[in-house]
């Protein structure tokens, strides 16, 4: 068990490009959620997936973003013709049997910067 | 609209002192997590309370969920520098929510 992974730690982006990043989640957890999180606030949630399908998205979730999980293994989570205002760190989380009970494994997150 | 409030929000305090975090809400929620994040990493399932009036301990880390399951503290004995970093209460809505709501965090920071 390696844990959740994120791809990339890091990234900077010139406003107007596209960007996608990748999220590994431990390998039996059939729940995966994405959050969002800007400096010294706590995280808000993005949406979740629920073995290949997405059963949620926040209204945060503007057209601009996307989210798919194929298969039901990895996630993507692609950001359109970025903002400054998409600047913060995004997190990826996996859980098996809900969280509510059991919490969730966050990965390191993937810090994105518009610039 | 944030539906978990955190008191304090910073928190600067010298090795061996003791402090409570709080997390307030006017919602009920059927379970409240606390979460330790480090700078430039995710944060760190610590405990989860599910009963009102339910108390955890975690060696000097004790978690109370209020009774009626609307509030939650953290209070920690003896801090040490490796305490430091942003706690986050995170709360579970009652019903078929499969996700949890995070508070809006205390940056602590313990002084050698």
């Known amino acids: 068990d390696t844990g959740v992974s994120q791809d990339p730690r890091h990234k900077i982006t010139k406003r107007g490009q596209n960007v996608t990043f990748r999220c590994d989640p431990i390998?039996?957890?059939?729940?995966l959620y994405w959050y969002r999180q800007t400096l010294g606030q706590g995280p808000e949630f993005l949406t979740y997936?629920?073995?290949?399908?997405?059963?949620?998205k926040s209204r945060l979730l503007s057209d601009r973003f996307s989210a798919e999980r194929p298969k039901g293994s990895f996630s993507t989570l692609e950001i359109q013709r970025t903002e400054q205002g998409d600047s913060a760190m995004y997190l990826c989380?996996?859980?098996?049997?809900?969280?509510?009970?059991?919490?969730?494994?966050f990965g390191s997150g993937t810090r994105l910067t518009v610039v | 609209t944030q539906l978990l409030e955190q008191s304090p929000q910073f928190l600067s305090i010298q090795e061996g002192e003791n402090l409570t975090v709080y997390c307030n809400s006017s919602?009920?929620?059927?379970?409240l997590q606390w979460y330790r994040q480090e700078p430039g990493e995710g944060p760190v399932l610590l405990v989860t309370?599910?009963?009102?009036?339910e108390v955890k301990k975690l060696k000097r880390l004790t978690f109370q969920f209020g009774d009626a399951r609307k509030d939650s503290s953290l209070h920690i004995t003896a801090a040490q520098p490796g305490d430091t970093g942003l706690y986050l209460c995170?709360?579970?809505?009652?019903?078929?929510?499969?996700?949890?709501?995070f508070g809006t965090g205390t940056k602590l920071q313990v002084i050698p």
């Open positions: 989380a996996s859980s098996t049997q809900g969280p509510k009970e059991y919490g969730y494994t």
């Open positions: 390998s039996e957890h059939n729940r």
């Open positions: 997936f629920q073995n290949e399908a997405q059963l949620e």
């Open positions: 919602s009920v929620f059927s379970s």
């Open positions: 309370v599910v009963t009102g009036g």
């Open positions: 995170a709360g579970a809505r009652p019903g078929g929510y499969q996700k949890v709501t």
